[in-house]
């Protein structure tokens, strides 16, 4: 009896190409991690730095209480 070795070859090869799938879409999801991470993070600091700057222009006199609060309470928003 004669075995027919041709489908053997896409056969063995199948562990490595899902191990490559595998590691592709892991790369994928940790790149997609790092970039969320990312923009979260700088939305926080560029509303850190708005807040200061808000912070030094009453400081400085530059603007009432009332607009101080009522541009405090929008960029909350």
Do not use: H
């Not at 790149?31 to 400081?59: C, G, H, P, R, W």
């Amino acid at each position: 009896m004669m075995w027919n070795c041709s489908n053997w070859g896409s056969f063995m090869n199948w562990p490595m190409m899902s191990g490559w799938l595998f590691l592709t879409l892991l790369i994928i999801f940790a790149l997609m991690l790092v970039f969320f991470f990312k923009q979260k993070t700088n939305k926080k600091l560029n509303q850190s730095s708005v807040f200061k700057i808000l912070d030094e222009s009453y400081a400085k006199g530059e603007i009432t209480y009332q607009e101080y609060q009522i541009r405090k309470n929008n960029l909350k928003k």
